[in-house]
């Protein structure tokens, strides 16, 4: 008996909106502002115009220092994350809206209410990135300060989610009554009861139940505990990877890892993020490539990357020539906040002298080559291939793109990339559905089929409708 072949998967992209920092090139003249609202306008619309699954915002939550001053070379400040988002919501009609809301330093209530009013005021199309940080250098912006040890990280977050995902499920479906006749405005409320760690909380939700149930859970981290995380509760994985069979390692393991915690390895959407740069040909692409490259990575970029592996002050040293002679001061810590970082500086400070040494690279040049991100290069049809072939081969589901250009960066893609996808049968060329899980083949949350042992299902107390003639 023939076997029909089977249907190609579809790929799944998202738009990040850049900040200032070494993903951008502000000082083109083509580049616009990080803050103006016509700015996330312009981006959200062309992700639309798209099909795109979903705008993607990230957070900081202080500016980064170097040397004890502020970092200006990758900052990233821009308007808080769901005013941004709820602004969007009345001027897009299908585009999920996604945004990063950091689990160490945001109440679980505050944040369920925040993310179900989106969810409410976007016809479902909400989604929460969730972050953690155990920086202390962060935390002096909140009252908290730097208590939160590393490892309990996660043992937070996960809490967190567990009150939050009680609070939305504290209205039951047909909760909102609204009924002229009898009188009766809402019923079926439960009352969260929750005591732990780090949350003693008693009340019902404030909110009927949203149109996905739950928002969409992003989640980016790439240690095992992060990925463990992501596994047991997240329906997508923001993450990176530089190869198709790194990808498909990552892809393998969380899927995994997903079946472990009583999940289906499917759940899961796994979503790198990526840059584009595109040509006419492939030699113009590369070309492109290159000038976007050094236009990233400027002579003051150069050395502030140097100053963090290094950790001493470079003022005077020339980029255009060879590494620093000296060695790296291991006692000194340099960068403050989420500035690019370096592990294991010693070793790292080696192998870059190697690489210089065996490439004839300039500190610039080698610079330029070990802080690049995962990009695609080349014509338009031959990033529409690359992409294919990633999502085909299982090394993910999609990519997030994070334009160099704000924020007009997208507009290339669209209208040059996007038509081979749909042209290979592997992309949307309308909107089928109308919330953020349909346009990620996501069931929702109360399905009961794909109900997980992480996160079971809550039996709150009942809470009587008060609400009554």
Known sequence: MRTQP????????????????????????????????????????????????????AEGLRLREQRGRIYDLDVVGRPDTLTVLNSLAAVTTHLGLAGTINATFNEAAEVARQFASLDHLSGGRAAWNVVTSSDAFTGENFRRGGYLAHADRYVRAREVLDVAREFWDSWGPDALVADPVSGVFVRDVHEVEHHGPQFDVRGPGLLPRSPQGHPVLFQAGDSDGGRDFGAAYADAIFTMHGTL????????????????????GEDLRILPGASFVLGDTEAEARENAR???????????????????????????????????QEPDLTSTIVQGRARSVQDRAETVRQWRELAAAHGWSARELVVEVSGRQQFVGTPDQVAAEIDAYVQADACDGFI????????????????????????????????GTTLREHLGLRHPHDTARRTDAHPARHPARHPARHTA
Do not use: K
């Open 291 to 325: 000038e976007v490259r050094f236009q990233q990575v400027g002579p003051e970029q150069a050395v502030a990357f140097l100053e963090q592996a290094w950790g001493r002050d470079l003022t005077g040293f020339d980029p255009e020539g060879p590494l620093p002679a």
């Open 245 to 264: 069979e790194a990808g498909q390692r990552f892809t393998a393991d969380l899927r995994a890892r997903a079946v472990r915690h009583g999940r289906a």
């Open 401 to 432: 793109l994070v334009p160099h250009l704000t924020p007009t960066g997208l507009d290339e893609f669209v209208d040059r990339v996007v038509p081979l996808l749909q042209e290979r049968g592997v992309y949307r060329t309308e909107y089928t």
């Open 6 to 57: 089977r249907s190609p998967r579809q790929v799944h992209l998202g738009a990040h909106f850049p900040g200032v920092n070494q993903t951008t090139v502000w000082r083109d003249p083509r580049a616009g502002s990080q803050t103006d609202p016509s700015s996330f306008e312009h981006l959200a619309r062309t992700a639309e115009r798209g099909f795109m699954d979903f705008f993607f915002l």
